[in-house]
């Protein structure tokens, strides 16, 4: 499959891989003013999802922070890139981690680590991150790209960072890494319209996977919670958490809820840097009316 703009992405790619980073998050930056109309559809979402989740904020300080976070979600292009091509060494001292002995402790006894997260707009950056530090690299579950030319790339350069990518519907691998030992990133904190249940999301009944739980016992794994934000210095703050008291409680719909919780507690600590471009409360309890129609 031959893809004519492979080798622009490539040249791109080297770039930004080796920016500084305030010049990387500068260019993001610019690069949301240049997209800000195309980003219409994108910025309507955030600002009602920024409506609902905050109706405490005024409402100039909601619009504020909903176009913070588009703002964010571009810079994340830019953060993705780096996360898949940047050298080492551009990456040394990049990161702040906390609490790196509970996964290396998990990981000397052979066990599977489902390190739980959300969509924050660098993500996959916190992960190679968090790979450097370990000095070996976490498998991420993605979603695949329906463009081929893109997802061949996309895959390729995941690889050389994560190693093999797991599908977001591909079960039998995410167990089979995870009983063999290996630390997975995982989310499921978007919109699920199957094996779900309304829980709260910032008081908004978000439809939420239940598996995670069984997940966790097929596999022969532990969770172990994964936060990660860009700080004001431009640097980023990681930290992994023992394992929740009490999870799992035996009440799949109850253990979905806890982790909405904790995930909010850590969204309210930079909320300009989770995704709320996302359709977060497409899937709808019954009788309720749409949202973003």
């Known amino acids: 499959m031959r893809c004519w703009f492979t080798p622009l992405l490539a040249a791109f790619a080297w770039t930004v891989g080796r920016l500084p980073q305030p010049l990387l998050l500068a260019c993001g930056r610019a ?3 240049l997209l800000w109309p195309p ?22 300080r909601r619009r504020r922070l909903a176009d913070a976070s ?7 292009v830019f953060e993705l890139v780096r996360a898949w091509h940047a050298p080492a060494w551009r990456l040394r001292d990049a990161a702040r981690i906390e609490g790196l002995e509970h996964l290396q402790a998990a990981l000397a006894r052979g066990q599977g680590v489902l390190l739980m997260c959300g969509h924050f707009t660098h993500t996959e950056l916190a992960v190679r991150l968090l790979g450097e530090a370990l000095g070996r690299p976490a498998r991420v579950v993605v979603r695949r790209h329906n463009n081929a030319c893109l997802e061949a790339w996309f895959d390729a350069s995941r690889r050389a960072v994560y190693g093999p990518t797991i599908g977001k519907k591909d079960m039998r691998a995410l167990l089979t890494a995870l009983r063999a030992g290996e630390p997975v990133v ?23 996977l239940v598996a995670t739980p069984d997940i966790v016992e097929r596999g022969r794994a532990v969770l172990l919670p994964f936060w990660y934000r860009r700080e004001a210095d ?17 009440d799949p719909v ?7 919780a904790e995930l909010e507690n850590v969204v309210r600590e930079c909320p300009a840097q989770y995704l709320w471009g996302h359709q977060r409360f497409k899937t709808r309890p019954p009788g309720e009316p749409p949202l973003y129609q």
């Open 186 to 208: 995982y989310s499921a904190d978007q919109n699920f319209n199957y094996n779900h249940a309304f829980v709260p999301f910032f008081g908004v009944p978000a439809a939420t």
């Open 254 to 260: 109850a253990d979905a809820a806890r982790y909405m």
């Open 70 to 76: 588009v703002v964010n979600t571009v810079i994340g």
């Open 31 to 33: 690069l949301a003013w």
């Open 39 to 60: 980003l219409k559809e994108r910025r309507r979402i955030a600002r009602i999802n920024i409506d609902l989740c905050f109706p405490e904020l005024p409402p100039h």
């Open 234 to 250: 431009g640097r980023y703050a990681i930290r992994i958490e023992s394992p929740w008291q009490g999870w799992p409680s035996g």
